[in-house]
Structure formats: C-alpha cells, structure tokens
C-alpha cells in the first residue's frame, strides 16, 4: 500500500514537474472559450490572459474537439504568442461575426474545419503572422467584410481553400488586402466569390492546384504574386479586374479569363507554364507588356473572344504565340515581338483582326498558320515585320516594295524592312538620327491631303497633323539604336 501510494506521489509530481517544465497547459475544451462582449474570457480558466481587455494573449496551447475560440468583442487584438489552437478536423479555430477591429495574430491553428472566419458586418480585421494549417479552408471572410487585411501568415496544408472570400450577393467582400502570404498545398490558393475591389498583392502561392480564382468578381488588383506549380489566375465572368507585375511560372496555365471583360492584363512574367495566356469567350480586354515565354503549348491563345488588344508582349519560345480560334474577331494585336516560337501565329476560323507593327521571326519560318478567313495586317502606311520577306526598299521609307502575301484574303501591303521599336525611327532604319528629322521637316505642315504629306512622320498628337509636336517626338529619343 506505501509502495503503491509512493508510486502514485512520485507520478504526480513528476506530471507536475513536466507540465511545468514546458509550460504546457492544455485545455480540451470539449467546449468553445469565448471572449465575451464585456470582456470577459469564458471558461475564466482558459489560457488566455488579459490585463486591459483589449490584448489577449494565449498562455498554453488550446485542444478543442468543437469551434476554438469565439470572439464577440470589438476592438480587441488576439495574440496567440506562438501556441497553439488545435482542433480535431471540426468547427471553427478562431469565429467572428458583426465585429469590428478584430485582430488576430501569432496564432498556430490547425485541425479544424475553418481556420479563422470572419463573417457578416466584420470591418476592420486584421489577420497577421498566424500559421494556418491542416484545415479544410485556412481563411474565410463572408458576407459584408470591409477594409480587413490577411498579411504575412504561413496558410499550408489546407484541404480546400488556402484563403476564401465568399458571399451569395452584391455587394460583397470589399476593399480587402491580402498580402504577403505564403500559400501552400490547397485545393485553391485564393479564391473570390462574388467579391470585388480586393487586393490580393505579394503572396508567394505554390504547390496548390489552383492559384488564384475569381468568380463573378470585379474590380480586383492582382499583383507583384509569385505564383508557381498550380495552375495560374483564373477568371471567371469577372470583370474590370488588374492582373499587373506577377510573376507566373510552372504552372499548367498562366492566367485564364474565362467569360471575364474589361481587364487589364499587364507587366507580367508568364514562363514555363503548359499555356501562357488563355482567352475563352473574353472580350475588351488589354493584355499588354507581358514577357510570355517558354510555355509548351500556347502563349497567347484566343477562343471565342473578341474587341480584345495585345499589345508590346514579348511572345518568345512557345509552341504557339499567339492563336485566335473560334470566331476570335475584331482583337488588336500590334507592337509584339513573336519570335523563337514553333508557330509565330495562327488562325482558325477567326477574320477581322488587325495584326500590325509586330515583330515576326519564327522557328523555320512558319511565321503565319492561316485558313482564309480575312484578316487586317497593316494600317495602310506601315505593317509588320517578317523575318522571311525578301522584298527590297527602293525609297528608303522602311517600307517594303513588294507586299506580303499570306493567302489571297491575308496580305500585309506595307511590310517593314526591320522591326517595329518606337515610332520615332520614322524610316525603320534601327536608328534616330538626322534622316528621321529631314522625313518630318520635309513634311512639315502637311495633312492628309497634302501633296507632301508623309504618314511615317505623323508620329503625334495631333495625328493628322505633322508640326512641331511631330519633331519634338522624333529629336527627344535622337541618338537611340534599336536594341
Ligand atoms: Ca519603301
Ligand atoms: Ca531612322
Ligand atoms: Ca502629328
């Protein structure tokens, strides 16, 4: 018996000695820990500390087999000083709802069903700092959440959503940041639903299937993300959207628009990835001064998508630059360099592009793939250079003599001998210099009717027009050489 009761002393000692030892406390909370409206924390013995009911800090580690921690105060920070709040694949880590300036950081959540939720009317949040991980969605803001900021947290392993923003009417999610996340092994990395004027800026999103989706959200900013090993940025009916400066590589497709208009596709590195740049069914929108290299399939690809411009891309290394398909009309592409690729650009039943001051120089010079739909590929002085021409250029005005003939319906008419770089190298010679300045001043005070009238000089504002704007143009980049 004295055997037995020692055993038992020594047992409890020793459990105390550990516990205190690694300053574990856990609690399992079959329960939730609240912090009350009033600021009370409830169960009073969880570990949370708090001296001025607006900071409070986690002092153990937190194992509930229901939601974590439940916040129905305003104004008030969470700070899980590095412990954490462990579930068992159900409920909620950390729960808010009509709740202002709520933040949360520090926090290691893991296990549940949702990470941190913030739902309706929650203006404000802050979610900072926090590891995020092995839930079925890591972050989710809904209905009504202003103005709130998801930054620097580490949101891996999460079944589904890395980071959620969702909402079943308009408006929706708005004016939210989320920036500099590292988001890892989801389903999908971040996803908009019905969610508009976000900004999703800075996050490091890798290894998840999807990247980023947007459905039926407009207005949002993407961008400076480095995206990589998903698939890229998808859209769906979404529109005016800013997709600028991120960094697209090893993904299965770079960026897709799908039913999405009126978006600004810009300054992009879009390399290594299956397709470079997807349109389906996709109309007015800029796609502009993106590097578009080395995707194995398409870099640039348009289904059923009109009224669209590309324009000063770098389209370089792909199977396919550009490709318009399905009744692709009425798309802009000039000023792109379409070089190194298997196909420069290809055609299927899509007429009435204009296709104009780009740079055309192809693996074995299959620069045009074309099936008789016509198509517009000059703007009647000046067309595209072909690194195949082989017609001379007896004036010295840049243009070919002898025009370019694709098929009978497809001929550009005013060929460049060298490039297209900048619009003051009036005699696409690869130079600003003294011959440039002597086409406009030959020129000068001419408009379209006149008998001296050179369209190569019109080079500014007012077009119509070649005056002193015309030379100021030309003089300010005199002495600049292609490349
Ligand atoms: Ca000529
Ligand atoms: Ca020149
Ligand atoms: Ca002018």
Same mark, same amino acid.
């Not at 700070?79 to 202002?100: A, E, F, P």
């Not at 933040?103 to 979610?127: L, M, P, V, W």
């Not at 289904?303 to 798309?331: A, H, K, P, Q, R």
């Not at 009036?426 to 000068?444: F, P």
């Given at each position: 018996?004295?055997?037995?009761?020692?055993?038992?002393?020594?047992?409890?000692?020793?459990?105390?000695?550990?516990?205190?030892?690694?300053?574990?406390?856990?609690?399992?909370?079959?329960?939730?820990?609240?912090?009350?409206?009033?600021?009370?924390?409830?169960?009073?013995?969880?570990?949370?500390?708090?001296?001025?009911?607006?900071?409070?800090?986690?002092?153990?580690?937190?194992?509930?087999?229901?939601?974590?921690?439940?916040?129905?105060?305003?104004?008030?920070?969470?700070?899980?000083?590095?412990?954490?709040?462990?579930?068992?694949?159900?409920?909620?880590?950390?729960?808010?709802?009509?709740?202002?300036?709520?933040?949360?950081?520090?926090?290691?959540?893991?296990?549940?069903?949702?990470?941190?939720?913030?739902?309706?009317?929650?203006?404000?949040?802050?979610?900072?700092?926090?590891?995020?991980?092995?839930?079925?969605?890591?972050?989710?803001?809904?209905?009504?959440?202003?103005?709130?900021?998801?930054?620097?947290?580490?949101?891996?392993?999460?079944?589904?959503?890395?980071?959620?923003?969702?909402?079943?009417?308009?408006?929706?999610?708005?004016?939210?940041?989320?920036?500099?996340?590292?988001?890892? &092994?989801?389903?999908?990395?971040?996803? #908009?639903?019905? $969610? %508009? /004027? +976000?900004?999703? @800026?800075? *996050? =490091? !999103?890798?290894?998840?299937?999807?990247?980023?989706?947007?459905?039926?959200?407009?207005?949002?900013?993407?961008?400076?993300?480095?995206?990589?090993?998903?698939?890229?940025?998808?859209?769906?009916?979404?529109?005016?959207?800013?997709?600028?400066?991120?960094?697209?590589?090893?993904?299965?497709?770079?960026?897709?628009?799908?039913?999405?208009?009126?978006?600004?596709?810009?300054?992009?590195?879009?390399? &290594?990835?299956?397709?470079?740049?997807? #349109?389906?069914? $996709? %109309? /007015? +929108?800029?796609? @502009?001064? *993106? =590097? !578009?290299?080395?995707?194995?399939?398409?870099?640039?690809?348009?289904?059923?998508?009109?009224?669209?411009?590309?324009?000063?891309?770098?389209?370089?290394?792909?199977?396919?630059?550009?490709?318009?398909?399905?009744?692709?009309?009425?798309?802009?592409?000039?000023?792109?360099?379409?070089?190194?690729?298997?196909?420069?650009?290809?055609?299927?039943?899509?007429?009435?592009?204009?296709?104009?001051?780009?740079?055309?120089?192809?693996?074995?010079?299959?620069?045009?793939?074309?099936?008789?739909?016509?198509?517009?590929?000059?703007?009647?002085?000046?067309?595209?250079?072909?690194?195949?021409?082989?017609?001379?250029?007896?004036?010295?005005?840049?243009?070919?003599?002898?025009?370019?003939?694709?098929?009978?319906?497809?001929?550009?008419?005013?060929?460049?001998?060298?490039?297209?770089?900048?619009?003051?190298?009036?005699?696409?010679?690869?130079?600003?210099?003294?011959?440039?300045?002597?086409?406009?001043?030959?020129?000068?005070?001419?408009?379209?009717?006149?008998?001296?009238?050179?369209?190569?000089?019109?080079?500014?504002?007012?077009?119509?027009?070649?005056?002193?704007?015309?030379?100021?143009?030309?003089?300010?980049?005199?002495?600049?050489?292609?490349?």
């Amino acid at each position: 018996m004295k055997n037995i009761v020692s055993a038992f002393l020594v047992t409890v000692i020793l459990v105390g000695t550990l516990v205190m030892a690694f300053d574990v406390r856990p609690v399992r909370a079959s329960g939730t820990i609240y912090i009350r409206t009033d600021g009370s924390i409830d169960p009073a013995d969880a570990p949370i500390s708090t001296f001025d009911n607006v900071t409070y800090v986690l002092t153990g580690n937190i194992t509930s087999d229901a939601g974590g921690i439940v916040v129905q105060r305003s104004n008030i920070i969470v700070d899980g000083n590095g412990y954490t709040l462990q579930g068992t694949g159900s409920g909620i880590g950390i729960y808010w709802s009509v709740r202002k300036n709520v933040t949360i950081r520090n926090t290691n959540i893991k296990d549940f069903f949702e990470g941190i939720r913030k739902d309706y009317q929650s203006a404000d949040a802050r979610i900072v700092g926090n590891n995020v991980t092995n839930n079925k969605c890591g972050v989710a803001l809904s209905s009504f959440t202003y103005y709130s900021s998801i930054s620097g947290n580490n949101i891996e392993a999460n079944v589904w959503y890395g980071i959620w923003l969702d909402c079943v009417s308009v408006p929706t999610a708005s004016g939210n940041n989320i920036t500099n996340n590292d988001i890892t &092994n989801s389903d999908f990395g971040i996803w #908009l639903d019905w $969610s %508009s /004027s +976000n900004s999703i @800026s800075g *996050n =490091n !999103i890798t290894d998840n299937q999807d990247g980023i989706i947007l459905a039926y959200s407009d207005h949002n900013s993407i961008s400076g993300n480095h995206i990589t090993n998903n698939y890229g940025i998808g859209l769906y009916c979404s529109n005016y959207n800013s997709i600028n400066g991120n960094n697209i590589t090893n993904d299965y497709y770079g960026i897709d628009l799908d039913y999405s208009n009126y978006s600004i596709v810009s300054g992009n590195s879009i390399t &290594n990835n299956s397709d470079g740049l997807e #349109l389906n069914c $996709s %109309s /007015s +929108n800029i796609i @502009s001064g *993106n =590097n !578009i290299t080395n995707n194995s399939n398409y870099g640039v690809a348009l289904f059923s998508s009109s009224d669209n411009s590309v324009s000063e891309n770098d389209i370089e290394s792909n199977s396919f630059g550009v490709f318009l398909y399905y009744s692709s009309t009425y798309n802009a592409i000039s000023g792109n360099t379409i070089a190194d690729n298997s196909y420069g650009i290809e055609f299927c039943q899509s007429s009435d592009n204009t296709i104009c001051h780009n740079s055309f120089d192809n693996v074995r010079q299959t620069n045009v793939i074309i099936d008789q739909y016509p198509n517009i590929w000059d703007n009647g002085c000046e067309g595209n250079y072909w690194s195949d021409y082989t017609g001379t250029d007896s004036d010295g005005d840049g243009v070919g003599d002898m025009p370019y003939v694709i098929d009978r319906y497809n001929v550009d008419n005013c060929p460049l001998i060298n490039r297209y770089w900048i619009p003051a190298d009036v005699n696409n010679d690869l130079i600003v210099n003294i011959l440039d300045v002597v086409k406009i001043t030959g020129a000068y005070g001419a408009t379209p009717l006149s008998p001296h009238w050179n369209p190569h000089a019109d080079i500014a504002k007012p077009f119509g027009k070649i005056d002193i704007f015309d030379i100021v143009l030309c003089t300010s980049h005199y002495g600049q050489e292609w490349p």
